[in-house]
Structure formats: C-alpha cells, structure tokens
C-alpha cells in the first residue's frame, strides 16, 4: 500500500502509532509529522494517556529488580550548584589538544563558510548577588511546592538577570537555532531551541571553548527543550553544537551544528 | 529551604530530583510505577526473565536520560509505559523475524491461536477497566488489544480478524478515542 504523507492519511494513523502498531517507515512519517503538527501531537500524547491506564498495577515487580537496577546506577561526584540547577549527566572532560585543534580548525571553517556567525548578547558577565540566588532558591521551592515545572521558572529568573549572558548558537544554512543564557556564576540553560529532532540514536552536545580547551558541557538528547548546564564563564570564548551518538561522546570528531563565539 | 516530600512531588519535579541524581526519587518513580511496567512488560512478552530486563532498562533510561521525559506531553506513567511497549514489541518482532527466517509460514502462528483474545481478556486486567473496555464494540475493542497487549501491527491484526487494513486502522483510532470517554467515566481520568 503507497502511504500518502499528507495530513489526513497521517491522521488515521495515530491511533495505531500510539500503540505500536505500525512499520518502521509510517512510525518515521508520523515522528517527522508530529515535529510540525501541534494538533496530532496533542492526539497522539492523548492516546498514549488512555493506553497507559490499561496497564493497571496488578502486582509490584519482584524485589531483585530494583536491586539490580540500584547496583547499576552511575553517580557522578556531585558539584556545589544551586538547587534549581540540574548538574551535567556527565563529568565534565578536558579534551585533548589535538581534539581542541580538530576543533580549532573546524570553528574557524565554520566562520569562513558561514561569512558571519549571528552573536548576540544582552549584557556583560558580572558577579551574581546574594539576594538574586535567594530569590532562585525561593522560586524553586516555590515552583516544587506548586508542582510547576522548576527549570522554567529557573530560565526565567535566569532571563531576567540583567548580568546573564544570552548566546544565539546558528549557522549559515542551518535549519534552526539554539539560543542559551549564562547566568555569571555559570549557570546557563538551553533555553530555546528549534533544531531538527534527532533520530532515538543521536544526540545534541554542547561544547564550550574555555581558554582554548573544549570541555563537554552537557549531552542534550535529540529534541532539547530545556536543559540547565554549568561551565566556568571565565575564559569563555565559544559554545558549540554537535551531532553525536546517543549518550554522547568525550571528544567529538563531528562537524558543529550551530554554533556562537565571543565577539 | 524546606525537605521535600518526594511522596508528594508531581512529575516534572521528581524527574528534576531524577536529575540531580537523586536515588530516592528514582525509588520513589519505581514505587509509584513499577508495577505497571513490569506488569506490561510481562504481558506483552509472557516471559518473566525478559519483563525483568526491559523494567530494568526502562528506570535505567530514566535515570541516564531524564531530559527525554516532557512533562508537557503527559503523565511520568505514560512516558514509561511507552517505552515499555515499544522495546517489548521490538523484541517480538526480532523474534518474529527469526522464525520468519527458519520458517516462512511461522511468523504469526506462535501468537495466532483464536483464544488469544480470551487469554488477553483473562490476564486480571482492573475491574474497572475491563469495564470500559467492554464499553467499547468487539470491532474497536479487539484490535486495540491485539495490537497493544498482543504486539501485532495493524496489519497484522486486520490479517488475524480478517478485516482490511483501513479499516482496523480507524477503529484502533475511533477506539481510543471513545476510551477515553469510557475511562473518564468509570472514575479513570487521563491527565
């Protein structure tokens, strides 16, 4: 059976979508449907509600699950940051200089190729007050207390810093962009984002150029909404995207997606 | 600040807490969900070994990719149970495949067997749910069971009841959608 890509044939399928039931060629067409589809999104979150109730809590699962499951947690040392603040998934790695100058050389393609690369910045890096990291504090109690979402509160504390930093990550040719704020103590977060989603299988990764070094500053799944990170703003000088396998990589060998450098 | 309650936390906040390597709220996501995984899992693939490893993988999921879940798609449950059913179904569609390759006529039969929808019936689904579930007409109702509890693509299914694949195609849609309305009115609300 030829499947029409348009709306309506789209449509019909969601329900079978919803439950699996479909081949891997419709499962992509819905996927890259429901990318631009509000109204089949909605549909399709709405049947995998309803499907989630059928599955009923007959009996707990066996005890020697979650024991397997606690033994294999990976903790990485925890950092001193805020508690609104989510640390990387992973350590942070210092790559090597021949990583750094794969990617030396590639940045300045990138600004070669691209003529310019859009920067935008709202205001300085200065130091964060005492009374704005209680106000975060506040807010996100706040936000845990009334079940709201802590990271959007966050962000926008965070955009409302007049000292915060805000970096418009783009390309020339780019089908999107990527748009971070950096509070002064580091704290950033992605917090716009309109690049493709990704494959399960591939990632976003942020990188940071910090005097000369590029540091992984967080790997952020394959369709980022919003995802806080935390690098040292000192010696910033550019922040890159790449596309990486999923889980992301120590050292990246791609090309950036996006990216923004210090002016 | 005040301790947090994890008992108490919505979604998006424990998958926060999830986030800043919080074990307990990792606990407490297995406490509220395992069950239903597991349970899924177990249905779908009747083999306990392997319901034990794709609950396994899925909290483990949760707790190396927290960033996946959006809390402004739906419920924690529901996002778990998805991935739940998807890896249960790949892993009966690799086994289908492989019989496929040793024996071409294989493919449905080990799932074909015409009890399969009583046998689905039986498995202790909630009272309350299989009384919004008779709720539905045998047309709707036994293609979403085949397909969700079963495994089956809609194809499959309407190959199996004997019907064109629109047609199971639209009464799988048509079907949850008057579910949804049967659930809500036995006292099961979806978010």
């Known amino acids: 059976m030829m ?20 081949d ?15 109204p089949c999104r909605v549909e399709t ?10 599955s009923a809590d007959l009996e707990p699962a066996p005890g020697r699950v979650w024991e397997r499951i606690a033994g294999a947690l990976e903790t990485p040392a925890r950092q001193s940051l805020p508690d609104n603040v989510v640390p990387l998934r992973r350590e942070w790695r210092t790559i090597s200089v021949r990583a750094f100058n794969w990617t030396a050389g590639v940045a300045a ?20 007050n005492d009374q704005l990291a209680a106000q975060e504090q506040e807010i996100s109690s706040l936000a845990l207390a009334l079940e709201t979402d802590p990271l959007e509160q966050a962000v926008t504390v965070a955009l409302d810093n007049p000292s915060a930093q805000i970096a418009t990550l783009t390309a020339e040719g780019a089908s999107g962009a990527m748009l971070i704020v950096v509070l002064p103590d580091g704290t950033g977060y992605v917090y716009e984002n309109t690049l493709e989603q990704l494959p399960d299988d591939l990632t976003y990764q942020l ?57 | 600040m005040r301790p947090v309650e994890l008992s108490t936390l919505g979604d998006a906040p424990l998958v926060t807490a999830i986030g ?7 606990s407490e996501a297995y406490r509220r969900h395992s069950g239903a995984v597991h349970g899924l899992a177990r249905r779908i693939l009747r083999d306990e070994t392997l319901a034990e490893e794709i609950t396994q993988e899925v909290f483990l999921r949760l707790w190396n990719n927290p960033e996946k879940f959006d809390a402004g798609r739906g419920s924690l449950r529901s996002f778990l149970l998805a991935h739940t059913h998807g890896r249960s179904v790949d892993l ?51 293609p979403i069971e085949l397909a969700y509890f079963g495994g089956h693509t809609y194809r499959e299914v309407a190959e199996l009841i004997g019907q064109p694949e629109g047609t199971v195609k639209s009464r799988i849609r048509s079907g949850l959608k008057k579910l949804k309305v049967n659930l809500g009115a036995v006292g099961l609300e979806t978010p």
């Open chain 1, 3 to 22: 499947l029409d890509s348009n709306h309506l044939d789209i449509e019909e399928l969601l329900g079978a979508y919803a439950l699996d039931a479909v």
């Open chain 2, 20 to 26: 800043r390597f919080s074990e307990e709220a990792l």
């Open chain 1, 109 to 128: 393609a990138v600004v070669l190729a691209m003529g310019a690369v859009a920067i935008t910045q709202s205001s300085q890096i200065g130091e964060l």
């Open chain 1, 207 to 263: 990188w940071a150029v910090i005097d000369e070094k590029v540091i992984s500053a967080g790997v952020l799944g394959n369709r980022p909404d919003i995802v806080p990170f935390h690098i040292d703003p000192d010696g910033l000088q550019a922040l890159v995207i790449t596309q990486e396998v999923y889980g992301g990589v120590p050292q990246s060998e791609g090309d950036p997606v996006v990216a923004w450098f210090d002016a």
């Open chain 1, 24 to 38: 891997d060629r419709e499962r992509a067409l819905v996927d890259q449907h429901l990318l631009e589809c509000e």
């Open chain 2, 92 to 142: 009966i569609r690799a086994e289908s495949a492989r019989r496929t390759r040793e024996d071409n006529d294989a493919r449905l039969t080990p799932r074909q067997g015409q009890n399969i929808e009583e046998e689905v019936w039986e498995m202790a689904l909630a009272d309350t749910i299989k009384e919004a579930l008779s709720t539905l007409g045998e047309s709707e109702r036994r």
């Open chain 1, 45 to 54: 979150d709405g049947h995998r509600e309803v499907v989630a109730l059928l």
